[in-house]
């Protein structure tokens, strides 16, 4: 045995013996050519925002570090930042006179800006994720938490915390929050409520009128005096309380149908109430007398207003990445873009990759990332919402799009975005799609909605553009994988139905529906114990399945048994096709499957250690001569594997 074979052979036991891995016998791995082609999708994405004096202060989030920004609505730029050493975005802040506080997530840390002399210090964590943050009128500032559904308080007059614990046991989110002297209000989800909580004994009460408990969150609270509002998802109804008697709230129904309240304000000079539903990303008056809801208008359809903000006669929100100001006279919106402002875009973690012979596409928060290969440019589309799925079939691209399960298409170039259905049927987030030529229809597999169960198997044709909904095709589990092999479709599981939910199931199971009639033939669990199937591929006759622990296992040739089963590693992989290869990631390593009685693997690219939201992101090029995935947040082009 030569020098070369007996290390390689001694690096196969080493990895064997650590991980479990397999490498095949006198395998030596191909040295792959790898391009950075860099930052995989780069975003200037805001969640909050809030007025101190003239000037808006905003923050991003899924990008790193998480930058605040002073944005001076007079000269249209953003006058200072700071960068937070902690967090991985921000979703609250509250003011206290010229003090800002940043509440951020992963981890949940409490910072104060002073404002006034740009000191930021750190003042308190409150778990992994500070999702609410408010001021109190004595300047005590109270958080809600995930996913523990916490309430926690700061006294910046003490330096003291106080946490009231879990509020609404079982659930995970504080999702909004307001207090007054005396009560702390906490809006719940994935199962809204509205709880109560006394400031000096930590008492709670749930006080959401019984007729509201089927909605998903109490999802955006504001309080003014003794009015506070709440918006509850997904019916976009907003319910004005008097703190006084919280029993008899009054109820203003979003005339547009929307499912989604994001934003409400007072408008503390004449007793107004503004607020903002989605999906279209409209703005409503309900006067202070009461009535019906007055449609003020869109800044641009689908848009979402993270805050509105009164600023005496002027009325401007805060959108995904913009400071729109709404002109009263004449019903309009004008705007300024914050990455243009000075707010730079930075590289955000992506969601899904998609790959034509001309671009890869890379789908972030808000927009989509598209990879001019010919050119070596790229460029952002706007997307009202995040591409979970990303399907090429013709001169088309088809989006599988969170939240409420729609459903879009535009030319790969980023051009002619156009919105095509919404799945409904209580779900929100499409986690698979497969292109099945013979019938001629996208399957799009989806999770139900917030503290819902049962996803489902959704069928798109673009020939016509029908769409048919099965709900709970899989019973108890919401779909995680799916391909079609023989005419039959393969169903991969989750036994987490949404968020906020416990399992019912105990294990992820595969079901095999006929791609013609649509009837489930059968249904089976391929790994004991796991409880997703993250991926599945057609190969060479077979189909092959991964799991959230690491398993890979390969079906028999009648997809009805588990032929062969391995350990390729420790958490969930994606496949792809490329050529007459089978590949896979892990976000570790790139990895090529080798057939056979056991398959094995043999590493292609080490040492990813990829920054994203979804794991194992990978696609090939048309011509499988390409593969494209994620190393730390850039995108990478792999050639000669």
Wanted: overall charge negative; charged content about 20%.
């Amino acid at each position: 045995m030569s020098r070369v074979a007996r290390r390689l052979a001694l690096l196969a036991a080493l990895l064997l013996a650590l991980t479990g891995i397999a490498v095949p016998a006198g395998a030596e791995p191909r040295a792959a050519t790898v391009t950075d082609l860099g930052p995989a999708s780069s975003v200037t994405s805001t969640g909050v925002a809030a007025q101190l004096g003239d000037l808006i202060w905003t923050a991003t989030s899924g990008v790193s570090p998480v930058k605040v920004g002073a944005f001076d609505p007079d000269t249209g730029r953003v006058e200072r930042t700071i960068d937070l050493p902690s967090g991985a975005g921000v979703w609250a802040m509250a003011t206290v006179g010229t003090d800002l506080y940043v509440g951020t997530y992963t981890p949940g840390d409490l910072y104060k800006i002073n404002t006034d002399n740009g000191t930021l210090t750190k003042v308190a964590n409150f778990g992994s994720f500070i999702w609410s943050l408010a001021a109190a009128p004595d300047g005590t500032i109270v958080a809600g938490t995930y996913p523990d559904a916490g309430v926690h308080s700061y006294d910046p007059a003490t330096g003291s915390t106080r946490s009231y614990g879990t509020v609404a046991p079982g659930e995970q989110y504080v999702r909004s929050i307001a207090a007054d002297d005396r009560t702390i209000y906490a809006g719940i989800g994935s199962h809204a409520k509205l709880i109560t909580v006394d400031r000096t004994s930590g008492a709670t009460a749930s006080v959401l009128p019984a007729k509201y408990a089927d909605r998903t969150f109490v999802a955006t609270l504001a309080l003014d005096g003794d009015r506070l509002a709440a918006g509850l998802s997904p019916t976009g109804t907003m319910l004005i309380f008097d703190t006084g008697d919280l029993s008899t709230p009054v109820e203003v129904q979003s005339p547009g149908g929307d499912q989604y309240v994001t934003a409400i304000s007072h408008d503390p000079a004449n007793g107004d109430i503004y607020f903002a539903t989605r999906a279209s990303g409209t703005l409503y008056r309900v006067p202070a007398t009461g009535g019906e809801p007055e449609r003020l208008g869109q800044p641009y359809d689908g848009a979402y207003f993270n805050n509105i903000l009164i600023d005496g006669d002027q009325v401007r929100a805060s959108l995904t990445s913009q400071i729109v100001d709404y002109d009263k006279a004449t019903g309009t919106f004008t705007g300024v873009d914050l990455g243009q402002a000075g707010l730079p875009p930075a590289p955000e973690l992506a969601m899904h990759l998609a790959a034509t012979d001309r671009q890869v596409l890379v789908s972030g928060k808000a927009g989509i990332q598209v990879h001019d290969l010919r050119a070596g440019s790229n460029s952002r589309v706007f997307l009202p919402g995040e591409a979970k799925t990303m399907t090429a079939i013709g001169d088309r691209l088809y989006l599988g799009v969170y939240t409420l399960a729609r459903v879009w298409s535009m030319r790969p170039d980023g051009t002619d975005l156009t919105e095509l259905d919404r799945i409904e049927y209580e779900q929100t987030r499409p986690t698979d799609a497969w292109y099945d030529r013979g019938t001629r229809q996208l399957l799009i597999a989806t999770e139900a909605d917030y503290g819902k169960i049962n996803g489902s198997l959704a069928t798109y044709r673009p020939g016509d553009g029908r769409l048919t909904v099965h709900r709970g095709i899989v019973p108890n589990q919401s779909l995680k994988s799916i391909t079609v092999h023989n005419g039959i479709a393969y169903l991969g599981s989750e036994t987490r139905n949404s968020l906020g939910t416990d399992p019912i199931e105990k294990e992820a199971t595969i079901s095999r529906v006929d791609r013609r009639t649509g009837r489930v033939l059968d249904q089976f669990a391929p790994v004991p114990g796991a409880q997703q199937i993250t991926d599945l591929m057609p190969y060479q006759g077979r189909v092959y399945g991964t799991t959230e622990k690491g398993d890979l296992f390969v079906l028999d040739r009648s997809g009805r048994q588990v032929a062969a089963t391995v350990k390729i590693g420790t958490g969930a992989s994606s496949l792809v096709l490329a050529g007459d290869g089978l590949y896979g990631t892990d976000g570790k390593r790139l990895f090529k499957i080798n057939s056979g009685p056991t398959p094995t693997v043999s590493t292609v690219v080490d040492g990813l250690a990829a920054q994203a939201y979804a794991v194992g992101l990978i696609a090939a090029s048309p011509d499988g001569r390409t593969l494209y995935t994620i190393k730390g947040r850039n995108l990478i082009a792999v050639t000669s594997f």
